[in-house]
């Protein structure tokens, strides 16, 4: 027996993604300088890595900031997505996996594009940053809907784009609403072309999840 969903989503599913990626974005970064000045009262303002001395907020923010991000839109994209697509309770653990991807990858990437700091390769680096975090929702895609790579695509293409700000400011406030922003419509977009347009999988029902 196998398990097929052909609704499609309607206009207030695409509002919807895009809007509460947002959110879960915003609310996560409010969460983390929370949770950053209770460690900082604990451990103090500096703290040693290497041998040097380290600002806490600077040094432990992303730490704390991506896994918020991965958990809440993770979740929030859960809740829109099971209506149109089988099994995927296990979408949270996705989403949760790759925001933590960065600290991987991002090192790697950021060492072989440190030698530039032109908008090229900052837009670059944001590409592939963006296309490796996504590899466990695709993973996930693959089962459920056809041509899922398009969904890596989109991905690297919105975080792409938030290089372009590059051009304009560096402060972190406006580069974060830009990764909450345009990954969102990219994926959007991904998700009219995936749930609409193109056809789905079947699953067996035996599949884990709902």
Known sequence: MTVS????PHWFFYLGWVVLNVIAVVTAWYIAWALISQITKIIGGTIQVGGQSRITEDFLFVCVLFPIIGLLTGIFQYTLLRRYLPHMAWWIAATLLGWLIPFVTGYFIIAILAQKNDTFSIMLGMF?????MVVPQWWMLRQRVRYASWWILAH???????GLLNLVTSEP???LLAIALM??????VACWLLLDWLPKHELKSSAPGY
């Open 5 to 8: 969903n052909n609704e499609k």
């Open 183 to 188: 990954p969102a419509i990219a994926t959007g």
């Open 156 to 162: 690297g293409f919105g975080w792409c784009m938030t």
């Open 128 to 132: 592939l940053i963006g296309t490796t």
């Open 173 to 175: 406030f406006p580069v």
